[in-house]
């Protein structure tokens, strides 16, 4: 059987790297950005969130 996706160690990996970068926006008063039902967000400590009409490949 051939195992698909990252492996555990991996996944733990991204999780905390996602989760250490989410800190030093907030620290640093910069907004985190991320793709959301194909739109770009920006989403900004204070909990305001900015939207883009789509996320685009281009």
Avoid: H, W
């Amino acid at each position: 059987m051939v195992k698909r996706g990252l492996s555990d160690k991996a996944s733990r990996m991204a999780k905390f790297t996602g989760e250490r970068a989410m800190i030093d926006a907030k620290m640093y008063n910069q907004p985190i950005i991320y793709v959301e039902n194909g739109k770009l967000v920006k989403e900004y400590p204070n909990g305001y969130k900015e939207m883009t009409e789509r996320a685009s490949n281009e």
